[in-house]
């Protein structure tokens, strides 16, 4: 299964036959939830459409369930349907953050059973270095039914079911964040700093080369070396956005049992007995 595409890739799709073929702009900036949406205004890779982290990607904060919990799922099917995509369209996600946020709209739309989605290798950054085309101009979609599979090993879990999971001798508990954070010596979003007892720390920006570009499989096997590809294993970040790139870089390596905490530490601290 191929989970990283290249701009080559991409620009000979474009070039070939753009039918069941969407390319989605996940741009964000956790600092300006604008941000996104505008840089997609100003210029995009052609054809591409736009989806929004917190409006399409993300249900609304509530006392539980983290800074960006899981999107209602019918909802998220209705705004793939809007947007031109149905199960059978072949779908590639792009942002200008390493991959955090498109993998994060990866991850969802495995969840949904869809099998072909990937993710573009270096995002837009890549694509402007290659010298590729870029345009601002809006496409005119014709709406699809997207309809999510019955079934998928795509799974997510709760508070609570990792709780349960702690106490299990077979349990890979991944913290993505960095390593201050990790450690508790900053903590710049949260109101509670710490790590979930028995987390062990593997950075989700480690998965990608000095210039961004995402690791090969080897690469991604050694960096993991220190963990078993056939036991559960459990990522969780901040908030359940950049953990995703470390559940696809772990797919990547061959692990076979990899589940995303969804509410991640900022829903763990949420329960008074957590902290």
């Not at 753009?18 to 997609?40: E, T």
Request: charged fraction near 25%; include cysteine.
């Amino acid at each position: 299964m191929i989970h990283i595409v290249n701009v080559s890739y991409v620009m000979e799709r474009l070039n070939t036959d753009q039918r069941n073929f969407a390319i989605v702009d996940c741009r964000f900036a956790l600092h300006d939830s604008s941000a996104g949406k505008q840089a997609y205004e100003k210029d995009h890779l052609p054809g591409a459409v736009f989806i929004d982290l917190e409006k399409d990607l993300s249900s609304p904060v509530r006392e539980h369930g983290g800074r960006h919990p899981l999107p209602d799922f019918e909802k998220l099917a209705d705004t793939l349907g809007k947007l031109g995509i149905d199960q059978e369209t072949e779908v590639i996600a792009y942002d200008d953050q390493g991959g955090m946020f498109a993998a994060r709209f990866w991850w969802l739309l495995k969840v949904l059973g869809h099998e072909r989605v990937a993710v573009l290798d270096g995002g837009y950054g890549s694509w402007i270095k290659a010298g590729l085309p870029i345009n601002k101009e809006i496409p005119q979609l014709s709406e699809k039914q997207y309809t999510p599979a019955a079934q998928s090993k795509w799974e997510f879990v709760t508070a609570e079911q990792v709780k349960e999971a702690l106490n299990q001798p077979g349990l890979q508990l991944i913290d993505s964040r960095e390593q201050k954070r990790y450690f508790g010596l900053e903590e710049p979003i949260d109101k509670v700093a710490g790590h979930i007892p028995g987390a062990v720390n593997f950075f989700w920006k480690d998965v990608l080369t000095t210039d961004g570009m995402w690791k090969s499989e080897e690469e991604l096997q050694s960096h993991f070396a220190s963990l078993d590809p056939s036991k559960e294993t459990i990522v969780y970040c901040g908030s359940g956005v950049s953990a995703c790139p470390n559940i696809l870089a772990l797919n990547r390596a061959g692990f076979k049992n990899v589940k995303l905490y969804a509410g991640s530490w900022s829903d763990w601290i949420s329960y008074p007995e957590n902290c």
